[in-house]
Every structure is written in C-alpha cells, then in structure tokens.
C-alpha cells in the first residue's frame, strides 16, 4: 500500500506560478513511476506530467515549456512547477503512483487560475 500526500495548490491570476508536491509512504524506485493527472469539472481525467523511476519525464502537449516535473529521492517526493498559468489549467490536480499492480492516488488539490 502506498500512501500519497499532496500539498500546493489554490488561486492565482494568469501568468502565475504554483508548485505541488506530493510525498510518498514508499520509495521511489519501488514504484515505476509517480507523477500528476488534473481534471476539470465535465472533462476526463488527463495526464499532466510523469516521472520515472529511470528518471524519464513525459508531458502533456500544453504542458510543455510551462510545467516542470521534478523529484527529490532523499524525501521521496514529486514535485509540478507550474508556470504561465492560464484559466484552462484551473483542475484538480491529483498525485499518482504506478506500481506493475496498480496505480495509487492522492487525495487531489485544487489549483484555480483565475483570468
């Protein structure tokens, strides 16, 4: 069982940065990836950003330039630099953890971008 614990979202206007971080009960390299799905009222769940545990990122395409996925391995944490924020990054962003059995999920923080 793995235990995610997120931290960092709220309000920014357009243009502003956010940083979320989201700690793991386990190490890193026990899972095979970790990284950060938002999703908007009405919309699916989407992929932001992932890392693995070779340290291999992976965006979504309107993600690129602005958000950074990043981790500290001494304190078992992921982090999301989000910069140039615009109003259709406004979601909730949930943590996530894949193992080859399942995946985990934090308990999701909200990050409102407003115009």
């Known amino acids: 069982q793995v235990q995610l614990v997120e931290s960092g979202g709220g309000l920014v206007q357009t243009g502003g940065s956010l940083r979320l971080s989201c700690a793991a009960s386990?190490?890193?390299?026990?899972?095979?990836?970790m990284g950060w799905y938002r999703q908007a009222p009405g919309k699916q769940r989407e992929l932001v950003a992932d890392?693995?545990?070779?340290?291999?990122?992976n965006y979504l395409d309107s993600a690129k330039g602005r958000f950074t996925v990043s981790r500290s391995i001494a304190k078992r944490t992921v982090y999301l630099q989000m910069n140039s924020l615009k109003p259709e990054d406004t979601a909730v962003y949930y943590c996530?953890?894949?193992?080859?059995?399942?995946?985990?999920w934090g308990q999701g923080t909200q990050v409102t971008v407003s115009s």
């Open positions: 386990t190490s890193i390299f026990s899972l095979n990836a």
């Open positions: 890392i693995t545990s070779g340290g291999s990122t």
């Open positions: 996530n953890a894949r193992t080859y059995q399942r995946d985990y």
